[in-house]
């Protein structure tokens, strides 16, 4: 066997071309993927994890992605492991998050001799991503076109036999950083839009400062910038109504024009406004998809505008959020709720810090979180686009939390980053927690458990009605019984439980006073009051 192979040239030669468009790259075992491995394990200037499961891999590399805003590549052997891939692919495809899925594959003479795990890698991600065969050095030439005009890419090499040489690669590599992705954001060009009409702004999703747009009253999801005038997502059932009384005196409440920024998903009131006939909806998006429901919004990237809000408009919203507001922390007191990821969320909210970051898990916590006053200037926050639902979330925060650190290698300990989960998404994702002795760990990671036995978003569902209930705990409830502490034992992790809000937040400034790694703080809840619960809120925001 020479020193050097046909495989492990094209390695060599990939790995030099990922170099400049990568910093990261997840790396899972394999033989097929071998010369590669070894050829980014030799390169200076990227930094290599390792997984030993894609799935979680490629949710890792999308967290990862997320914080830097430039691809992030994970690598895998050929056969089913290149479809396990797929879930995270279409969270970034729907997310617009650059992500680079480069898989091994043995020769095309091979296809269809019923060579082992062997499979049709190529298109593999239909619409998510096109694919770019490589099949010898040659056609990495194209590799500069693809990784600057696509955020999801898919490069499928094949490698022939022998695959690997009689040593190592040699360490080459230049240190320097590709640009972010969003250099390639779309303009859709200006909308005019006067003020002075009782306007509000719904911001989502890959939402952003909007000039113009700063003394609009605004419903903000925890992911979007924190506004100016920041209006609670719980009164959207007031500006649903043309009118509301208080004290004998009468407003009108519903606005003129909605003005949409990213893509809003989380709250069914606030969506509700997105489909009233009665408002005229302006939607912005940077990217080649519009929140459109009713598919009749002016559309655009930038406004050019005229009047200014009233000062009736503003203290009429401002009112409306207070009241909501308030709503949210008299229920989180009541008694009869118990300890509910609500009260989890409330916790978690009141003790970050500036300059903190923090992943919200689908389902229950990003909606809680919106609900007790996310976002916070000073966060940043992140949180799947909704695509995956829950898939690959403790991947995804651990992923945020080493990018995270990353940028920051001279600060004296590692950022703050915290992640407010429920329990069912802990467990789908548990092996995300493996990670190797010699691999970066995350250096300063809380990630809080809202435990409450089940799946509870389904208790406030249509799912959660009472004639539905004799059913409801086996196809929704599903209680699992898991032992999250004697997991955590088994990934090495450190873990504390905790019962009430008062522990929860010593716990929670316990683990940002002293970072050591990852710590899991499972807050024992219960969902049993989650109905009742939503059921007081929107009793409390009615007028």
């Not at 992923?399 to 998404?425: F, M, N």
């Not at 539905?468 to 898991?482: D, I, K, M, Q, S």
């Not at 809000?501 to 002293?514: N, Q, S």
Request: a negative charge; aromatic letters at 4%.
């Amino acid at each position: 066997m020479l020193n050097t192979t046909e495989s492990t040239e094209l390695a060599g030669a990939v790995a030099e071309h990922l170099s400049r468009y990568l910093t990261d790259v997840v790396i899972c075992p394999g033989s097929r993927n071998s010369p590669l491995n070894l050829a980014l394990l030799a390169r200076t200037d990227i930094r290599v994890h390792v997984r030993i499961d894609e799935r979680s891999a490629a949710f890792l590399a999308l967290g990862m992605a997320r914080v830097q805003r430039r691809h992030v590549g994970v690598v895998m052997t050929s056969g089913t492991a290149v479809a396990n891939t797929l879930p995270a692919m279409v969270e970034a495809h729907y997310a617009h998050v650059p992500l680079a899925v480069i898989s091994a594959d043995r020769p095309q003479r091979l296809h269809g001799t019923g060579a082992s795990q062997t499979i049709e890698q190529i298109g593999l991600f239909g619409s998510y991503a096109e694919t770019t065969q490589v099949d010898k050095i040659e056609d990495l030439s194209r590799l500069a076109s693809v990784f600057t005009s696509t955020d999801q890419v898919h490069l499928n090499i094949a490698f022939d036999t022998p695959l690997l040489g009689e040593q190592l690669p040699s360490a080459r590599g230049e240190r320097r950083l590709p640009a972010p992705s969003d250099a390639r954001y779309l303009d859709h060009g200006e909308i005019a839009l006067d003020l002075g009409r009782e306007t509000l702004v719904i911001a989502g999703d890959e939402a952003w400062a909007v000039e113009g747009l700063e003394d609009v009253p605004t419903i903000a999801e925890p992911t979007a910038p924190a506004p100016y005038h920041p209006v609670h997502p719980l009164s959207a059932r007031v500006f649903l109504q043309p009118q509301v009384s208080a004290n004998n005196y009468v407003v009108d409440t519903k606005p003129k024009q909605v003005i949409v920024v990213g893509h809003p998903t989380l709250d069914r009131d606030v969506l509700a406004l997105l489909n009233d006939p009665e408002i005229e909806l302006i939607t912005l998006s940077r990217t080649s998809d519009f929140t459109d429901p009713r598919g009749v919004a002016a559309r655009g990237s930038r406004v050019k505008v005229s009047g200014q809000p009233s000062s009736q408009w503003l203290k009429i919203c401002a009112a409306a959020s207070d009241l909501a507001a308030e709503a949210v922390r008299d229920t989180l007191n009541d008694p009869v709720h118990g300890f509910s990821g609500l009260h989890v969320a409330a916790a978690v909210a009141d003790t970050l810090g500036t300059e903190d970051i923090v992943f919200l898990g689908a389902s229950n916590p990003v909606r809680d979180a919106s609900w007790v006053g996310l976002p916070f200037d000073g966060v940043a926050t992140y949180s799947p686009r909704g695509a995956a639902g829950i898939d690959g979330s403790l991947s995804q925060a651990i992923g945020v939390a080493l990018a995270t650190q990353s940028a920051h290698p001279d600060q004296p300990r590692a950022p703050h980053t915290v992640a407010l989960i429920g329990d069912v998404t802990f467990l789908h994702d548990i092996g995300g927690l493996l990670i190797g002795p010699n691999e970066p760990h995350p250096e300063n990671l809380t990630i809080v458990v809202a435990n409450d036995d089940g799946c509870g978003i389904f208790e406030s569902l249509e799912t959660g009605a009472e004639p539905l209930r004799a059913n409801f705990e086996r196809a929704f409830g599903t209680p699992h019984g898991v032992d999250l502490a004697e997991l955590c034992a088994g990934y090495g992790v450190n873990h504390r439980e905790v019962t009430d809000t008062g522990e929860l937040i010593h716990a929670l400034l316990d683990a940002a006073e002293v970072p050591s790694g990852i710590n899991v703080i499972e807050a024992t809840t219960t969902r049993a009051t989650r109905r009742a619960l939503h059921a007081a809120l929107r009793a409390q925001t009615s007028l």
